[in-house]
């Protein structure tokens, strides 16, 4: 008996442990579950996507060994796209740099450094300086620029 109880204690914390990770607003354990198989397939279509999106970086880089920077003007600030075959030590924090020197705040970002280098970040510009997106661009090519020439006089 005592058995059976904490059996189904432990099935129902287990439910709602999964009913938090999947962010189900369901009560019933067959809504929970299948609010849960749903969250399952979003995040399947999600890792396709992103492996989609790995393999166009891929080609873009192997078609074209130099940095690869994209900066796409938005309402308030840009978006930034950096991918690099070469790694050199230190480029984000080159990048950064020139971003500070900018007066661009980074308000989001994701950095990869895995196979290559790869940087998505979104800055919002200080209204010190007005900026467009071809001197964000030409700031982030002198970052890389500098940053490789100085890993290759070590």
């Known amino acids: 008996m005592v058995s059976r109880e904490h059996k189904r204690a432990s099935l129902h914390d287990k439910l709602q442990l999964l009913r938090s990770i999947t962010n189900s607003h369901a009560l019933s354990k067959t809504s929970i579950i299948i609010d849960a198989s749903k969250y399952i397939a979003e995040l399947k279509q999600k890792v396709e996507r992103l492996n989609q999106e790995i393999a166009c970086v891929r080609n873009v880089v192997e078609e074209n060994p130099l940095p690869v920077v994209t900066v796409e003007t938005l309402k308030k600030g840009f978006l930034i796209n950096v991918f690099s075959e070469k ?47 071809q001197v964000v661009k030409q700031a982030v090519l002198q970052a890389i620029k500098s940053c490789s020439e100085g890993s290759e006089q070590e």
């Open 87 to 133: 790694r050199c030590p230190g480029l984000l924090v080159s990048i950064l740099e020139a971003f500070e020197e900018l007066g661009l705040d980074v308000m989001e970002a994701r950095a990869s450094c895995t196979d290559m280098f790869r940087l998505e970040a979104v800055g919002g510009e200080n209204q010190i300086k007005s900026l467009d997106a």
